[in-house]
């Protein structure tokens, strides 16, 4: 700490080239925040995804329905406490733009399947006396204006009517939240006996199951022996555990996380280029002046700690400036595109990455410059000085 | 014997420059009592600088030893001779060689960054070494804000901070008007006589060289005493 003061003053002695170079860290790194949360959000319930829980789709696609009629096998299978069902159903609410995801369930098996989900009692028992009702989570409510007793129409883009409507009518039951900032409430569900009933096609069918493993066995097991008992009917299953369903639901939009990972990497390449030139810039102007301290007995450490520390400072100032920045945008966006895009959330993960990638960075710029200004020999800086 | 601060024994000092050996210094043999101060005279390219350097643990030589208040410095490795230095010997160069980054009072607090002292007492130190050199009143003052006269006497600041034992001074006034000159050469006396520093000046100005106990002159790599004039 006590050769800080020189460090700073050694970062702002060409001030516009220190800003210059700390408005591009800042860029970068706001950029970073900014495409790790997105990336989150295209990522879904991966990361809050819970072992024990399992999802059994067509083994061919997910958008192929299973016969619903697997239920009780799947629930009669060794090892499964608990199954419950959904099914995408892919409407918007007044305007296309309006999109966010509707799926019809069975309200109690799904409620049960999801204790990380709460919703006070007396709505979840009006929603499951009402065959027209629908929850919805606080995120939609908050973004739309809803409130328990409005009439929700949706339009439908799969799912005609049997009457050949496409608009399906709900009413608003109750609203549910989640502890976990990290999960999404930006859905609706509502009851799939109505669904069951008023859909044109597609009956006794349903989109994928969700089991909740028993305590103690062995989720592959349980997975294999679920698949084997399909093996060879006109509806085979593919079993995995909830992240890797999310996984494959979010390769629908393409592999996002190699986008997003394939910018960054073009981005910090550029960024090690423009602070690497700045270090070694600011090494070559003031080669006598490093000369001098090891002339007044800084050892090489010092220097070499002196002029990394100058790196890594410059990288934090931008780097911590653009996560700050890029985290108020974010959360400005989760209110704006919370119901299109869900789950858009600057995970501490993400943060603490962002903060060990500056320090990387900052090293990696400054380590040739500082290894340059450790190895000075004094006696030929000073002749040239 | 104890009363001398230096002593060298046998000094060389070759460089290659490219295939070509170029003996700069030849089977010196110097002794510098305690509280001398000593102009060192001689043409560009004799070798002075190189005997401040080995005096002042900058550079090792190739041949004979060089020791400096009880130190071996031919022997110590890089680390130890920074580490010497930073207690040792304080220089003073040409053009002052301050940081512009700092004020005159944080250029003079830089050797005690190397000290454990905290600091408060940094501070107090090194406003007490700017009191010596008479610029107490310009301690928060850049170096661009400042004379020639007055940087140097900064750097004379920076010098004494950590109270060594001998001052090395590579031609401390090359680069002043000669009155200007006479005060730091005056400042220098008085830091000799009355603070006991142990003094080595290279110089290329006689006037100087009158300010010192005695004059060496280095022609060739070897040393031999000036009569005085």
Known sequence: MKYFRLIWKNVWRKKIRTSLTVLSVFVAFLLFALLSAIGFAFRGGVDVADAERLVVIDKISLINPIPMSYLNRIAATEGVESVTHSTWFGGYYQDPRNQFPQFPVDPQSYYDMYPEVSMPPEQLEAFKRNRTGAVVGRELAETYGWKIGDQIPIQATIWTKADGGRTWEFQLEGIFSTDDPRGSTALMLFQYDYFEEARAFGKGTVGWYILRVAKGADPIRVANAIDLQFANSPNETKTSTEAAFAQSFTKQFGNIALIVMLILGAVFFTLLLVSGNTMSQSVRERIAELAVLKTLGFGDGAVLGIVLSESILIMLMGGLLGLGLGWLIIQGLAQQMGAFLPGVFLSPKAIAGGVATMIGAGTLAGIFPALKAMRLSIIDALARA | ?229
């Open chain 2, 1 to 229: 014997m104890s009363d001398i601060l230096a002593r060298l024994e046998g000094v060389s000092r070759i460089y290659l420059k490219g295939k070509e050996r170029v003996e700069v210094l030849h089977e010196l043999d110097l002794e510098i009592p305690k509280g001398d101060f000593i102009a060192i005279m001689g043409p560009s390219g004799s070798g002075k600088t190189t005997l401040l350097n080995l005096l002042g643990g900058l550079d090792k030589p190739t041949a004979g030893t060089v020791n400096v208040g009880g130190a071996e410095l031919s022997s110590m490795s890089n680390s130890q001779l920074s580490h010497w230095r930073s207690t040792n010997v304080g220089f003073i160069f040409q053009f002052y060689n301050l940081l512009p980054v700092l004020t005159a009072l944080r250029n003079v607090e830089l050797p005690l960054l190397l000290t454990d002292f905290n600091s408060k007492e940094r501070v107090k130190r090194a406003s007490i070494a700017l009191d010596i050199v008479g610029l107490a009143d310009r301690a928060k003052h850049y170096p661009r804000e400042l004379s020639g006269g007055q940087e140097q006497r900064v750097a004379i600041a920076r010098a004494i901070v950590s109270d060594p034992s001998l001052l090395l001074c590579d031609e401390p006034t090359g680069d002043l008007d000669r009155e200007t000159a006479d005060e730091i050469l005056r400042l220098l006396q008085v830091l000799n006589r009355e603070h006991g520093k142990t003094i080595v000046m290279v110089t290329h100005d006689a006037q100087a060289a009158d300010y010192a106990n005695r004059s060496l002159h280095c022609d060739k790599g070897t040393l031999e005493a000036k009569e005085a004039a």
